[in-house]
């Protein structure tokens, strides 16, 4: 007869395995694709999985806060497309005007990200404010910047960008000659031959700069506490003092500024725009948030454990990508990883729903 003490231990073991089943299921594709995926474990492999992944870190972080709120974002997918378009037209607009490349791209980005906050100020009003239900606003706010964006580059895409735009979102922070020198963001002029190794691409720092930035706030700031309280009991949140309307206001303004945040990063690294440039990445970021164990019916999540899910997400569509499957079979991947993430969310909250 086995030890009741022993079984206890074994239950533990388990609970304690379960809470970390995302953790074990990356170890486990990461271990599948370095078998099968050339080339998959090295750094430029490693580089390829954050660089082609920054559209569903931020697109992630911001369906994070929403979801926090018993909510969900269904626009940021389009408002990143429209956030492309307007930044690479501004660029463009004030290369025209004389302004030298550098200044042009900066005050390209900053008002694209000014006007990116729009979007999310009426999702917010028509959630708090009117009682739309934060489904009905979103969708109707995806097809609003859609045509938009559309009407904006009628048909063809934003182009003719200053080269720096693009020396900008493909390069790296770090380049080292060996035995000669390190540069930060410039790359040095090499030599036929010569080997140069290249870390970390500009558009991943800026990425989880803001994404670090953004999860501090989250978890140690009144305003993380207010949007976890909103979302575990709103009638709670009113009666501790909460603003709750205009809290909300706020949660769907930081959605589309990460929303914007990745329109511009798509500008940097294609420079282009393109409507429907983050029309892929919002069932990616869905998936990653119920991954990292946030709560679809809200109060639940952490950024940091939404990132572990981007990251699953991330290297899954890169190793598939680089083993040659055809991007349907992705698509049928990354839905299966959702319905087996939404059924422990179901039926084993008590694996996931653990905040550190």
């Not at 078998?35 to 999985?49: D, E, M, N």
């Not at 949660?251 to 429907?276: C, N, R």
């Not at 948030?289 to 990132?307: D, E, N, Q, R």
Request: proline share 3%; charged share 10%.
């Amino acid at each position: 007869m086995k030890d009741p003490s022993s079984a206890r231990n074994d239950k533990r073991f388990l609970i304690s395995a379960g809470r970390q089943w995302a953790l074990i299921f990356l170890v486990l594709e990461t271990l599948v694709f370095i078998i099968f995926a050339r080339g998959f474990f090295s750094l430029k492999g490693l580089q390829i999985i954050f660089f082609f992944g920054t559209a569903i870190f931020l697109l992630g972080t911001a369906e994070t806060f929403v979801i926090i709120t018993g909510g969900i974002d269904l626009s940021v997918g389009f408002i990143m497309g429209f956030a492309s378009i307007v930044s690479a037209k501004l660029i463009v607009i004030f290369s025209n005007m004389g302004i030298s490349p550098g200044l042009s791209i900066l005050f390209g980005i900053i008002i694209t990200l000014l006007v990116g906050l729009i979007p999310g100020y009426i999702n917010g009003t028509l959630v708090a404010r009117l009682k739309v239900p934060s489904f009905i606003a979103t969708f109707s706010m995806l097809s609003i910047t859609y045509g938009i964006s559309e009407l904006l580059i009628q048909g063809v895409p934003a182009k003719n960008l200053p080269y720096l735009a693009n020396n900008i979102g493909n390069g790296y922070f770090i380049y080292i000659l060996p035995g000669k020198l390190v540069t930060l963001f410039k790359k040095p002029s090499i030599v036929r031959g010569e080997l140069l190794i290249e870390i970390i691409p500009n558009v991943v720092v800026f990425t989880f700069l803001f994404v670090f930035i953004f999860s501090f706030i989250l978890k140690r700031t009144k305003f993380g506490q207010h949007t976890h309280a909103i979302g575990g009991n709103i009638e709670a949140a009113v009666r501790a003092g909460i603003n709750v309307k205009s809290h909300l206001i706020k949660i769907y303004m930081v959605s589309s500024f990460f929303a914007s945040l990745a329109g511009i990063m798509y500008m940097l690294k294609y420079v282009t725009g393109k409507a429907d440039a983050g029309a892929t990445f919002l069932l990616d970021a869905i998936v990653a948030v119920v991954i990292g164990g946030a709560s679809l019916y809200g109060g639940i999540g952490t950024v940091g454990k939404t990132i572990l899910g981007c990251l699953i997400i991330a290297v899954l569509e890169t190793g598939l990508r680089m083993m040659g499957v055809p991007t349907f079979e992705k698509y049928i991947a990354v839905g299966m990883v959702l319905i087996f993430a939404v059924l422990i969310d179901q039926f084993f909250p008590e694996l996931i729903h653990k905040e550190d």
